[in-house]
């Protein structure tokens, strides 16, 4: 039995004052997620800012993103493995659609972070979806597979038991369009058939979580789904109602 986990993705967004009152919200209420795992990713620069704020013991912590180079060194603008660590990470997501698209990450790259990632002992969340050109041009499952693929070749499907695959269609990221729970079951069980062909018992434990406009009033059917496993959760994690309320539904399931 896989333990559901939702992970805020917080993007761009924050200051001070908003992320005080967010994590306020959220020490108020963490008791209330039961059996959850869940996490918040801030930007990096206030990292450490919402540790200090963080109370709730059962909240973990995340970055968004994370330099291939996993120690200090001359990397101007980037951050290292070793830093998120430094300021209380568990947690990193590595190759959300928006880096994809718009820094131009690729899969290799995207690859080689998860590597380090997994040798600094920082859990990553491994983004993988499809655009939705992709999808009705029926290259979903070579899209997926092909960022799977160069992840598996870089450290081996065995490690897999230490990563958290978050599959999320890039049509649904921000724009209201969830995709249907049955067309989100249909693409992590393809996810994590592709796995069980290399190694089942990985296959089998592995965490992934849907993202794509996950809100309170679809999270239930969501993560009701035997493949589903908890989210990756972007505006609505920006409210702490919200996401309690995301997380309570990962926690009642
Ligand atoms: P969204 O974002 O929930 O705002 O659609 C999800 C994500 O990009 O991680």
Known sequence: MRQLFVAGNWKMHGDKASIKTLVTGLNAKADSVGNALVAVC??????????????????????????IEPVQGAHTGETSAAMLKDVGCQYVILGHSERRAIYG???????????????????????????????????LESVISQQLDAVIAEVGIDQFSGVVIAYEPVWAIGTGKTASAQQAQDVHAFIRGQLAKLNASVAEKVIIQYGGSVKPNNASELFS??????????????????FIAICQAAGEQ
């Not at 801030?42 to 330099?67: E, F, R, S, V, W």
């Not at 789904?225 to 919200?242: K, M, R, T």
């Open 42 to 67: 801030p930007p990096a620069i206030y990292l450490d800012y919402t540790k200090n704020c963080l109370m709730a013991d059962n909240i973990a912590m995340g970055g968004q993103n994370m330099a």
């Open 105 to 139: 990450e690729t899969d290799q790259e995207i690859a080689q972070k998860v590597k380090t990632a997994l040798d600094s002992g920082l859990t990553p969340i491994l983004c993988v979806g499809e655009t939705l050109e992709e999808r009705e041009s029926g290259q």
């Open 225 to 242: 789904q035997p493949d589903i496993d908890g989210g990756l959760i972007g505006g609505a994690s920006l409210n702490a109602d919200d």
